[in-house]
């Protein structure tokens, strides 16, 4: 069965350092996402992306952050200068329809920021 | 603000018994729902959905109903087998924005079940 990939599976980053976490969708997926866990509360949406634009982003998904779909596979998050609080759990996600189909999760890519 | 809310952080069930996982929500725009499970280092695995337009879906052991007037959704598993123990998150979709809207998530429930 087709799934979401995710690159690193951890990545480890000194406060006010750029990362960037690497997504690949499922291949006839159009809908893209990123979420995120911080330890102990609930999943959160950070942004969605269709038709190479962001579609809707949440108020956590500030100047600090933003995504791209560089080539016709990757889909990445990059966020500038990264601080305490924004240690996580990321999650990308593919959905084939969008609204009313259900969202395909990658396994996360931890991010510790030191 | 807690949209989406499931007020069991935690559920032991006998195997081969049903689990019942609740969920209640306050959006009234809130028109899709849809239940993940997930197991440790892993992510949220897409379980069953209900649109706002039904109060049933069944998909196996699965069942989600829906009952709208009350705000409230509920997944069935019967039975419960010892591959089901995991973290249960109830999820909505807010109709109003159109399009790739986000989903809002519950905090979860740690489903145990006991052999």
């Known amino acids: 069965e087709p799934e979401v990939t995710q690159t690193p599976s951890h990545q480890v980053t000194q406060m006010g350092q750029e990362v960037i976490l690497r997504c690949v969708p499922i291949s006839n997926h159009l809908y893209f996402y990123w979420y995120r866990q911080i330890l102990g509360q609930k999943v959160e949406f950070l942004v969605s992306f269709y038709n190479n634009e962001i579609s809707e982003k949440s108020e956590i998904f500030d100047d600090q952050f933003s995504v791209e779909r560089p080539d016709g596979s990757n889909f990445t998050l990059k966020i500038r200068s990264t601080k305490l609080e924004d240690s996580a759990m990321y999650f990308c996600?593919?959905?084939?329809?969008?609204?009313?189909?259900?969202?395909?999760f990658g396994n996360g890519t931890r991010l510790t920021v030191t | 603000d807690q949209q989406v809310k499931q007020n069991s952080p935690s559920l032991s069930v006998q195997e081969g018994r049903i689990s019942i996982l609740n969920c209640d929500y306050t959006n009234s725009m809130f028109d899709y729902f849809l239940w993940y499970k997930k197991y440790p280092a892993e992510g949220p695995t897409f379980l069953i959905s209900i649109s706002s337009i039904k109060d049933k879906n069944e998909d196996g052991r699965f069942t989600v109903f829906l009952n709208k007037s009350a705000k409230h959704l509920s997944l069935h598993i019967v039975p419960s087998q010892p591959g089901d123990s995991a973290v249960y998150f109830c999820a909505a979709r807010d109709d109003s924005g159109g399009g790739a809207d986000g989903l809002t998530f519950g905090k979860g429930t740690h489903l145990i079940i006991q052999p």
């Open positions: 996600a593919s959905s084939e329809r969008g609204v009313y189909s259900p969202l395909h």
